[in-house]
């Protein structure tokens, strides 16, 4: 059922704009960073002498850290969008789905967005660090880690851009919510460690990522079960 | 003219629109209010640094984008854009209301920061006498500064009809800034940066009351200005709605 609901929502993206975001994304973030390590390599790699893969993973995931999460903002209501432009949730809940399932298939629809966007970082971070010239060793846990962990530890702002872009018709309202949630996670690092804006950073007082990554999941758990039975009860226009 | 005023007036009024105003200004208070320490001898500009680095670096850019989404949205949804051509209006006023309208929403905005501004000041009992040249220079830059992203974010959203696609553009241009400004180089020459730059109060160089200097305004923000807007203004006299 599930995956039937998705392939619609799947159809329902096709060529859209939405995808070519999600490719602009990870393209973006690393040719910045191709730009910067480009006019200081001499500079950077002397700062990063011992270890020049990992100093390049650590530029690229601090520019991609506010990209991912403006970008969620942006795909989680490209996505909702869809329905409000043409006034078709009453279409779409027309069909024989739950309204449960239909917010499902949307949530779902942006995390596997999301995955995607966070995937393509990979590929294009090897291919800047070898045209580099960076030599063999590849930290390939150390490159898996960067991309993913923070993908899982943003989930409740997934879930909470979801719920939020699904609501409102007016999208300003989920896209500053989306803004002021960037600027946020900028500043993550000065923030207690229950703060959630902090956990996609994945510092913690235990210097344990897996931490961060674990209460994200919990807390976008819990944030998506709301937003699923708030939509539920909710009518729509 | 007036009258067109006047239905924009309409459109907006009662609006989230004032609440997204209050959003930056708000948040630069609170960290003005919690952040702020009273060190240096020049406690005034370094209010205003602390306060406007926040606001010009990617809320003002971004604040801009949403804005004019917001001001299409009437006309994108339910076939506004026809209604509203269909009176006896030129396609051109229309622009340029639209426009004149984006630029006194940044003007609100900007004095509200500088509204915060005081309170931090006032809320810290600093006693050296206001700065009004210096703020002014920096609240009234940062606002021409914003003239070029204006324009591109009010092409941007006449053309798309999705909320989300013009402040994708708006993004995907803004984002940069956290390392163009750092660059000597490259920051003079880069539209996005500018309001940052020229909000940022400095004594050193600038031409006239600005922090900018004279090449870098005349050439970086009112060439991308004059770009930006012809290309929005014949885009929007041409399309069909």
């Not at chain 1, 880690?145 to 979801?162: D, E, G, H, K």
């Not at chain 2, 949804?77 to 229309?94: C, D, F």
């Not at chain 2, 006032?122 to 992203?149: D, E, K, M, Q, Y």
């Amino acid at each position: 059922m599930m995956l039937r609901l998705l392939s619609a929502e799947f159809l329902k993206i096709r060529k859209k704009l939405l995808w070519l975001l999600v490719a602009l994304g990870p393209v973006g973030v690393v040719g910045l960073q191709a730009v910067n390590f480009g006019l200081r390599y001499d500079y950077l790699t002397k700062q990063y002498a011992r270890d020049l893969w990992g100093g390049l993973i650590t530029n690229v995931s601090l520019l991609a850290l506010p990209a991912m999460f403006i970008g969620l903002a942006i795909v989680a209501s490209m996505s909702a969008g869809i329905e409000h432009q043409t006034n078709a949730w009453k279409m779409t809940l027309a069909l024989p789905i739950s309204k449960r399932q239909a917010f499902g298939a949307k949530f779902l629809l942006n995390v596997l967005l999301l995955f995607v966007s966070c995937t393509l970082l990979v590929p294009f971070t090897l291919a800047l660090g070898w045209a580099l010239g960076f030599a063999a060793p590849i930290p390939a846990g150390e490159l898996l880690r960067a991309a993913y962990y923070p993908f899982l530890a943003c989930m409740p702002f997934v879930a909470l851009q979801s719920w939020l872009s699904v609501t409102f018709a007016n999208q300003a309202l989920p896209l500053t919510v989306g803004i002021i949630g960037m600027i946020a996670a900028m500043f993550g690092s000065r923030f207690p460690d229950w703060m959630p804006w902090k956990w996609p950073l994945l510092v913690n007082a235990w210097h344990e990522p897996l931490y961060s990554v674990g209460l994200g999941l919990l807390l976008g758990a819990a944030v998506f079960l709301i937003g699923m039975l708030e939509f539920a009860r909710k009518d729509v226009k | 003219m007036l009258r067109m005023f006047r239905s924009e007036w309409l459109k907006i009024r009662r609006s989230v629109m004032w609440l997204l105003i209050a959003v930056s200004p708000l948040i630069a208070l609170a960290f003005g209010l919690f952040g702020f320490k009273q060190e240096g001898s020049f406690p005034w500009i370094e209010a205003l640094s602390l306060l406007s680095a926040l606001h010009a670096m990617l809320f003002l850019p971004l604040l801009t984008g949403i804005y004019a989404a917001l001001l299409c949205r009437y006309e994108h949804a339910g076939g506004g854009w026809k209604m509203m051509l269909a009176l006896p209006v030129s396609r051109t006023q229309v622009y340029f209301v639209k426009f004149a309208v984006l630029m006194l929403l940044l003007a609100a905005t900007q004095l509200l920061l500088l509204a915060a501004l005081l309170a931090v000041g006032w809320a810290n009992g600093i006693s050296s006498p206001v700065p009004w040249r210096t703020i002014f220079a920096s609240l009234g830059g940062g606002w021409i500064a914003c003239l070029p992203l204006a324009a591109l974010q009010l092409f941007a959203s006449v053309a798309f009809q999705s909320f989300a696609a013009p402040l994708a553009v708006n993004v995907i241009c803004t984002l940069p800034n956290m390392l163009v400004v750092n660059s000597a180089r490259v920051g003079p020459y880069y539209p996005w940066a500018q309001p940052m730059l020229a909000m940022l109060p400095r004594e050193d160089y600038g031409f006239g009351a600005f922090n900018l200097s004279l090449e870098t305004l005349t050439i970086v923000v009112l060439g991308s200005f004059c770009v930006f807007f012809a290309a929005g203004w014949t885009y929007f006299a041409k399309r069909s709605v």
